[in-house]
């Protein structure tokens, strides 16, 4: 079954200083967990990652290889319904999920920038907070394509240091 034109009505995440700095495709699981565990074992704390993509595209799935890759052993699930959850092991990661986030909610409460300089934090659905992100964020767009269970990954920076971070993957 090949899924086409899944994203029509999705609109990823647009952020005015951001640049292309890598594609890549992934054509199973396999390749998603390589693509994962090296982005795990180049986070540190302070970095932002926005994870962009329609319902199925795999976000939460990359999200459990990152942070394998960190050497970190939680047991990683999607925080669709509690919004945020912490995994504390060898490396401190915070892994959001805005998807049921109504855009009248005051993101404020949230809180989320008090995670920004303690942890590495992953952000599902960005495009519903962005006016609460900082400046330097490594965004990852992902699509589906015309190839049954292939995913486009296209990695951008806003920043010197997201920048830095992406030229850094293999």
């Known amino acids: 079954m090949?899924?086409?034109n899944k994203e029509i009505n999705f609109k990823h995440i647009k952020h005015n200083l951001e640049d292309l700095e890598k594609t890549i495709f992934s054509k199973s699981l396999e390749d998603t967990k390589f693509i994962?565990?090296?982005?795990?074992?180049?986070?540190s704390t302070g970095d932002v990652l926005?994870?962009?993509?329609?319902?199925?595209?795999?976000?939460?799935?990359l999200v459990r290889y990152i942070?394998?890759?960190?050497?970190?052993n939680s047991f990683v699930r999607s925080p669709t319904f509690v919004l945020i959850n912490n995994y504390i092991?060898?490396?401190n990661i915070t892994h959001c999920d805005f998807y049921r986030i109504n855009l009248n909610t005051e993101v404020d409460e949230l809180g989320i920038e008090e995670y920004y300089d303690n942890s590495t934090v992953?952000?599902?659905?960005?495009?519903k907070i962005i006016n609460n992100?900082?400046?330097?964020?490594?965004?990852?767009?992902?699509h589906f394509t015309d190839i049954e269970n292939e995913r486009k990954f296209m990695l951008y920076s806003t920043g010197i240091k997201s920048k830095t971070f992406i030229s850094k993957l293999k």
């Open 67 to 72: 942070v394998e890759g960190s050497g970190n």
């Open 2 to 4: 090949i899924i086409l």
């Open 133 to 142: 992100l900082p400046e330097d964020v490594i965004i990852v767009k992902i």
């Open 36 to 43: 994962g565990r090296n982005i795990g074992t180049n986070i």
């Open 89 to 91: 092991d060898k490396s």
């Open 50 to 61: 926005l994870l962009s993509g329609d319902l199925g595209a795999g976000k939460t799935e």
């Open 122 to 127: 992953i952000i599902e659905w960005p495009e």
